[in-house]
């Protein structure tokens, strides 16, 4: 007796024991294709969802859905219940060649791993599918150096209604991928088929030399409307990858940065012009790089200035990229303010920086020209003009001529007129170019605008510990990004502020004078600049464009 008992109760623990089952719609697949794992626990009640992560790796996982069902079933007058979880997973495949779907845990079991083999499209199926959506691909050049930009477009051909999503930005392997034109709609005809055409296009920066490998892009979508009435077929199509030469850096090129671009431009300007040097009066150089096809974290920073007889201090360069026709347009702005110790004349060397012209495929040397000036005592009311420094082969000094005296009010007057017109038209060709320039300078929406909060923090901050060094550079970035100033002197001129006027001009005293720096006071520089954020806000949230269309 005792032994049936024992065989009946070993008998109801294997009946009550969980099973779990494991099974995928197909073993061979094409790439463009998605793989559905079906999952079922039988025999027991499962609470929380397994962990499907285990699977990334070969395949990606799209979709999952759970189900449940009950089955009751009367014998010999007993009643039992049979409780059936099914997990459904949508896969697909990250490449081509033999994947395995490992091991998932379900209820305390594991289900057995399984192999699937993954080819290409074939013929047919690449055919059937081009007829309603296919994939154009192609890059602006096939070789390329280390660090350089290659453009990479990417088309999505479609006809009738398909719905999906479009690609995400390709990863590649050893590059820096930035997207440069978010989406362009337009229409297009391919033998004799109209489509609709969805174009991306994304700068790509290899990090590396040798092959670089655009992995090939796959959609996967349905056709037609469905609805009540109608149906839905479901679509694929996968584009063919690109290999790019990618060059090292050429032993020919002597510059200490490796920097390759279309362009490269230096440019210099003074918030003075021309600059008056006077021994204890601080003035401000703008120093602006611009580069073309070349990422803003790429451009170099100036070389700081190191003279005897002045003090330099440069602020931190404010840095923008946006994107064009060509590509990415970085640019980087350096102010660096100059204050004479001592009165005589000075050079500001030349700056020089080498790069290499993608265009030509040779070396080219962007260049600001050496410059002097005449640095007067502090006393002085004298004005000189800057002497650009010219090689002597360039110099060529005609013999002097003495003019007789009749007529030398005669030729005076005549160059006075001459002068006179020169100036004038000079005046009117830069005031021109200026207005040309703000034209087509205009604001590129996907530049990060300043963080005006934080850097206010930064002066409030350096204010309260009177640090006149930090509360320099902080000022100077808090204005530019909230009034948009180049320099903090053209801050304090737009204001008309005296008591702003007299805190800057503390505050570099502070630092350009010949006084200690630690004993400067930040108390009168934040209570006027408070003042100031108060009385400015930075503008209001334009209105809703529905209440403004329908008044009342």
Same mark, same amino acid.
């Given at each position: ?202 700068? !790509?920066? =290899?990090? &590396? %030399? +040798?092959?670089? #490998?655009? *992995? /090939? ?120 303010? !100059?204050? =004479?110790? &001592? %009165? +005589?004349?000075? #050079?500001? *060397? /030349? ?202």
């Amino acid at each position: 007796m005792r032994f049936i008992i024992m065989i009946a109760l070993v008998l109801v623990v294997q009946l009550s024991r969980a099973e779990v089952t494991a099974t995928v719609d197909r073993t061979t697949i094409s790439e463009i294709d998605l793989l559905t794992l079906t999952i079922r626990v039988s025999n027991e009640a499962v609470t929380g969802e397994p962990d499907f992560s285990a699977i990334s790796g070969d395949f990606d996982v799209v979709n999952t859905a759970t189900s449940s069902s009950q089955q009751i079933s009367i014998i010999n007058g007993r009643q039992s219940k049979e409780i059936t979880t099914t997990y459904t997973i949508t896969l697909q495949p990250t490449r081509r060649g033999n994947l395995t779907i490992p091991q998932i845990a379900v209820a305390g079991w594991m289900t057995n791993p399984m192999t699937i083999r993954v080819v290409a499209p074939s013929v047919a199926q690449s055919v059937q599918t081009s007829q309603y959506v296919f994939f154009d691909t192609s890059v602006d050049q096939p070789s390329t150096y280390v660090q350089s930009q290659v453009i990479y477009t990417l088309k999505l051909f479609y006809a009738d209604t398909i719905a999906g999503d479009f690609p995400a930005p390709p990863t590649v392997v050893d590059a820096v991928v930035e997207t440069i034109e978010e989406e362009r709609r337009y229409e297009s005809v391919v033998n004799n088929q109209r489509y609709y055409v969805l174009e991306k296009r994304y700068a !790509i920066f =290899p990090q &590396k %030399s +040798g092959t670089l #490998t655009i *992995p /090939a892009e796959i959609f996967r979508g349905t056709r037609g409307r469905g609805g009540l009435f109608g149906t839905r077929q479901s679509v694929s199509t996968i584009s063919r990858p690109i290999e790019i030469e990618v060059k090292p850096r050429p032993s020919s090129f002597t510059g200490d940065t490796w920097l390759a671009a279309r362009s490269l431009v230096l440019q210099e300007r003074w918030t003075e012009q021309p600059p008056v040097f006077k021994v204890g009066e601080p003035v401000n150089r703008v120093l602006s790089m611009q580069a073309t096809g070349l990422a803003a974290s790429m451009l170099p920073a100036f070389e700081s200035l190191q003279l005897e007889g002045i003090k330099t201090y440069a602020d931190p360069a404010v840095t923008e990229e946006r994107a064009d026709a060509v590509g990415l347009i970085s640019s980087s702005v350096t102010t660096i303010g !100059i204050v =004479p110790t &001592k %009165s +005589g004349p000075i #050079t500001l *060397p /030349a700056i020089r920086i080498p790069w290499w012209n993608t265009e030509t495929d040779r070396q080219e040397v962007a260049e600001i020209p050496a410059a002097t000036y005449t640095i007067v005592p502090a006393d002085s009311p004298q004005t000189v003009a800057p002497q650009i420094m010219t090689p002597l082969r360039e110099v060529q000094s005609p013999a002097s001529t003495e003019v007789p005296a009749t007529n030398i009010w005669m030729y005076g007057t005549i160059a006075v007129v001459i002068l006179w017109l020169i100036s004038t038209w000079q005046w009117l060709t830069v005031r021109a170019a200026m207005a040309r320039q703000k034209r087509t300078e205009a604001p590129d929406t996907r530049i990060t605008p300043p963080d005006e909060p934080k850097y206010f923090e930064g002066l409030t901050r350096a204010c309260q510990h009177h640090d006149a060094a930090v509360a320099h550079r902080n000022l100077f970035l808090w204005s530019h990004a909230r009034f948009h100033t180049d320099s903090i002197q053209a801050f304090s001129r737009q204001q008309h502020n005296e008591d702003l006027g007299q805190a800057v001009a503390e505050l570099e005293q502070a630092l350009y004078g010949s006084g200690d720096p630690s004993q400067w006071n930040g108390d009168a520089l934040l209570n006027v600049v408070k003042q100031l954020r108060a009385d400015q806000p930075r503008g209001r949230k334009k209105r809703d464009l529905v209440a403004s269309l329908n008044p009342g």
